[in-house]
Nanobody
Framework: QVQLVESGGEFVQAGASLRLSCAASGRTFSFYTMAWFRQAPEKEREFVSRISPSGTASSYADSVKGRFTISRDNAKNTVYLQMNSLRPEDAANYYC???????????????WGQGTQVTVSS
């Protein structure tokens, strides 16, 4: 089992950058695919990005491609989401998730953090 704690969410102006972090407990972090999802009020939770256990593969939702970058440091049991050129539509609660499938589907991830709020003002 793994426990996840996100941080880094803030209130920012459009065009700003933020880096979200997700710290994981446990010694098996490097075995998990890690992903970021987000959920805005009254909207479904949506996939943002994922990264393979080794960090050699990653993918992004079309809405964030070219602006967001996912990375991980297995020595620190941490996954990051660098978010550049933020837009008002990026505002949401951002969740990190851990699973054994390299998937963009939320139900493939059994472990979730509590989320960190990102607010983007225009």
């Amino acid at each position: 089992q793994v426990q996840l704690v996100e941080s880094g969410g803030e209130f920012v102006q459009a065009g700003a950058s933020l880096r979200l972090s997700c710290a994981a407990s446990g010694r098996t972090f490097s075995f998990y695919t890690m992903a970021w999802f987000r959920q805005a009020p009254e909207k479904e939770r949506e996939f943002v990005s994922r990264i393979s256990p080794s960090g050699t593969a990653s993918s992004y939702a079309d809405s964030v491609k070219g602006r967001f970058t996912i990375s991980r440091d297995n020595a620190k049991n941490t996954v990051y989401l660098q978010m550049n050129s933020l837009r008002p539509e990026d505002a949401a609660n951002y969740y990190c998730a851990a699973g054994h499938s390299y998937s963009s589907r939320s139900y493939d991830y059994p472990y979730w953090g509590q989320g960190t709020q990102v607010t983007v003002s225009s």
